[in-house]
């Protein structure tokens, strides 16, 4: 991994996180450079900042490192973004003296001056982004967002003007640009969360704007619901969980689980925790049968926990890049936290190949089921 970050006269050790990931990633882009720069050439004042999509704290870093009294509110979806921004700021040896944490769901403060935004993937949730900053930001507030040039265009300009104030979009600089936005002061209505139904299942599932599969059911968890493993499980975990679909059929399948969610998005978990609530998935008894975790794979399951069961659909990315280091990760927790006689499955991407890294951890791999496309995968502790 690539680490010496240097731009307009900072220099940083900067890594992803997990910090162990056997790629050729590295923790910023060139749209974070550009951002940086942006705000060094025009001798940005220090003014009370919001940093939003900040992917392991490159711009966080930064501007604590141009001044440590910078007041910073950090907002993030991604247990992983904010784990790696904490990460880098203690190995730089960056000591912020106003920052705050919040999480997708929560409100910037009211005397915020200037948004800094890096493009989500996602255009929907930064949509959703937009129109709660309308809520907030008094008319005048300056909103930098920085992107990849080839991601810029009419549209996303159009979305930006729509939701929040006009634009502009500076010259390309290695590929990337700056949109300056102006917000307008007028409060934007946010977008409801949006519902769809699994008929079969009897489950009405209700998706907040960054949870994967937002509009419908996923065709790998379809294949999924349809191979439930039998047995009676009594501790489930649907580990990557976006709105909880598997975990909660699961409830549906082994009525005496308890259920662990587990999601690095912290809307996902949001909308898993509703989904749970509203198909009054609980206990008769009101005894807390599910659980929920904003977490980075199981480093917080707690320890008393022993799964005999978890169900998976990892992720192939993690923001903008392709890899496969979080099904990796995603495995060996699973194989570490399983009782002895304990069952991870899983479904993946025929050619993404996950049952030779299965094999790997677990010594053995059985395939399920599968289709042209996909196929569910076994594996025994
Ligand atoms: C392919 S989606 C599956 C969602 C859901 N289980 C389904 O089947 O529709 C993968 C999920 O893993 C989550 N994820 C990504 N990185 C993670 C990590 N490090 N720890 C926990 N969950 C993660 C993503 O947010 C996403 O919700």
């Given at each position: 991994m690539t680490t010496q970050f240097a731009c307009a006269g900072i220099e940083l050790e900067l890594y992803r996180y997990p910090t162990q990931q056997a790629s050729n990633l590295q923790a910023w882009d060139a749209a974070d450079e550009h951002l940086i720069k942006h705000l060094i050439d025009s001798q940005q004042p220090v003014v009370p900042t919001a940093i939003l999509n900040d992917s392991f704290g490159a711009l966080t870093c930064a501007l604590t490192t141009v001044n440590n009294q910078w007041p910073i509110t950090l907002e993030t979806d991604a247990k992983t973004s904010l784990l790696g921004c904490q990460y880098n700021l203690q190995h730089n040896h960056l000591t912020p003296e106003s920052l705050q944490?919040?999480?997708?769901?929560?409100?910037?403060?009211?005397?915020?001056?200037?948004?800094?935004?890096?493009?989500?993937?996602?255009?929907?949730?930064?949509?959703?982004?937009?129109?709660?900053?309308?809520?907030?930001?008094?008319?005048?507030?300056?909103?930098?967002?920085?992107?990849?040039?080839?991601?810029?265009?009419?549209?996303?300009?159009?979305?930006?003007?729509?939701?929040?104030g006009p634009s502009s979009a500076s010259l390309a600089w290695k590929n990337t640009r700056v949109i300056s936005c102006i917000s307008d002061g007028n409060a934007r209505t946010i977008a409801a969360p949006v519902n769809w139904k699994v008929n079969e299942l009897g489950l009405t599932i209700s998706n907040l704007a960054n949870v994967f599969a937002a509009n419908k059911l996923d065709i790998g968890a379809r294949i999924m619901l349809d191979n439930m493993p039998k047995g009676d499980f009594t501790h489930v975990v649907d580990l990557g969980c976006g709105n909880g679909i598997l975990g909660l059929h699961a409830k549906q399948c082994y009525p005496q689980a308890q259920i662990h969610f587990v999601d690095d998005s912290d809307m996902a978990i949001a909308s898993a925790k509703h989904n749970w609530q509203h198909n009054k998935l609980g206990s008769p008894d009101n005894a807390p049968h599910g659980h929920f975790y904003w977490d980075d794979c199981l480093t917080n399951l707690p320890d008393d926990i022993s799964p005999d069961l978890v169900l998976c659909n990892p992720p192939f990315h993690?923001?903008?890049?392709?890899?496969?280091?979080?099904?990796?990760?995603?495995?060996?927790?699973?194989?570490?936290?399983?009782?002895?006689?304990?069952?991870?499955?899983?479904?993946g991407n025929r050619h993404l190949a996950y049952h030779v890294k299965i094999k790997r951890i677990f010594n053995n791999c059985t395939t399920i089921a599968s289709n042209g496309k996909f196929v569910i995968l076994q594996a025994k502790k």
């Open positions: 944490i919040i999480n997708s769901r929560e409100a910037i403060p009211c005397n915020t001056q200037l948004v800094l935004m890096k493009l989500p993937k996602n255009l929907h949730y930064f949509g959703q982004q937009l129109a709660r900053l309308s809520t907030i930001l008094p008319a005048g507030t300056a909103v930098l967002i920085s992107a990849k040039a080839k991601s810029i265009n009419a549209a996303l300009l159009s979305l930006i003007d729509k939701n929040l993690q923001g903008e890049a392709i890899t496969d280091h979080i099904a990796w990760q995603m495995f060996v927790d699973a194989y570490k936290r399983l009782k002895t006689g304990g069952i991870l499955h899983v479904v």
